[in-house]
């Protein structure tokens, strides 16, 4: 096990390995607001890469202070990210109750009037433990209305209002592909492609929701696209989309074909990062021409 290191001695192992930390004092405040091995993470593309292994020791230049501007610009993304995500999520919420509302109230509640994967091994039955406990933890004041009023049971349009992402994913995976096709058409998706980016944006919510790293990160799910020819804005937008810019034009291309606006934010902290000879902004997926390759990013 690693001994445990005091701020001073943290600061001394950093510049032993290459860093120029800066003014110490400064330096180890940040350190006792920020735990170093969160630290390290941003610090990771600074060092050395030898045979496609990255030493402990740093590039020559690196800077402490570059690795505190990356660390906040990480920050502003992430909040960022978090608030322009809410409106999607809202409006996948509508979206789905409203559709599952049409074929049944309490479509939800009953696999026969949902689709297929509803039907297969235990995913639904999970799933409804899941909804139940969540509907048995609410204090909301609808849900205590439908207690008093109905016996506890929401209707669909109530239910998706007690799902967090994820549960609402899944929900929408079991609806019939009437019910699917009608939310994604909305969105200028298919439904396979939605399934596939609600699943991504789960992850990169998460992510800022749980102070994880969304600079430099490559993703697990790279989302399925539309016909090159289907979408000019999105084409151009990126490239790389396990990256987390790629990501990003998720939630621009979302913004825009539900009409909930607030689609300036994210340009206006991509325009934020730093300027670090070492780290360009290539790191977080984005070409040079990000602001004028597609109108999603014109900001």
Same mark, same amino acid.
């Given at each position: 096990?690693?001994?445990? +290191?005091?701020?001073?001695?943290?600061?001394? +192992?950093?510049?032993?390995? /290459?860093?120029?930390?800066? %003014?110490?004092?400064?330096?180890?405040?940040?350190l006792r607001r920020v735990n170093y091995y969160r630290l390290s993470g941003y610090w990771y593309p600074f060092r050395q890469l030898v045979n496609r292994t990255r030493t402990d020791d740093f590039y020559p230049g690196t800077r402490l202070d570059d690795v505190f501007a990356l660390y906040e610009f990480d920050g502003r993304l992430k909040a960022a990210t978090f608030s322009v995500l809410a409106p999607i999520e809202l409006a996948l919420?509508?979206?789905? /109750?409203?559709?599952? /509302?049409?074929? %049944?109230?309490?479509?939800? +509640? $009953?696999?026969?009037l949902l689709g297929p994967t509803a039907r297969?091994?235990? *995913?639904?039955?999970?799933?409804?433990?899941?909804?139940?406990?969540?509907? *048995?933890?609410?204090?909301? $004041?609808?849900?205590?209305?439908?207690?008093?009023?109905?016996g506890g049971r929401l209707p669909a349009w109530a239910a998706v209002e007690i799902l967090d992402w994820g549960s609402l994913t899944y929900l929408y995976g079991f609806a019939p592909r009437t019910v699917q096709d009608a939310v994604a058409n909305t969105c200028g998706l298919s439904a396979p492609q939605l399934t596939s980016w609600m699943k991504a944006l789960n992850l990169v919510r998460n992510t800022?929701?749980?102070? /994880?790293?969304?600079?430099?990160?490559?993703?697990?799910?790279?989302?399925?696209?539309?016909?090159? $020819?289907?979408h000019a804005d999105l084409n151009a937008a990126a490239s790389e989309w396990n990256r987390t810019f790629g990501q990003l034009t998720l939630i621009q291309f979302l913004l825009d074909r539900l009409e909930l606006g607030r689609m300036r934010l994210l340009p206006a902290v991509v325009k934020t990062f730093p300027s670090v000879t070492a780290v360009p902004l290539a790191h977080l997926g984005a070409s040079q021409d990000w602001e004028t390759a597609s109108r999603l990013w014109a900001g």
């Open positions: 096990m690693k001994e445990f +290191l005091p701020y001073k001695d943290q600061l001394d +192992l950093l510049v032993q390995r /290459g860093m120029d930390v800066g %003014d110490r004092e400064y330096a180890a405040d940040f919420r509508a979206l789905l /109750g409203h559709e599952l /509302g049409r074929i %049944d109230p309490c479509a939800h +509640l $009953d696999p026969s297969k091994g235990g *995913a639904y039955a999970k799933w409804l433990r899941g909804y139940e406990s969540e509907l *048995a933890r609410s204090r909301e $004041d609808f849900v205590e209305h439908h207690r008093h009023r109905y800022c929701a749980h102070h /994880g790293r969304l600079f430099n990160r490559v993703h697990t799910i790279i989302p399925k696209l539309p016909p090159a $020819d289907r």
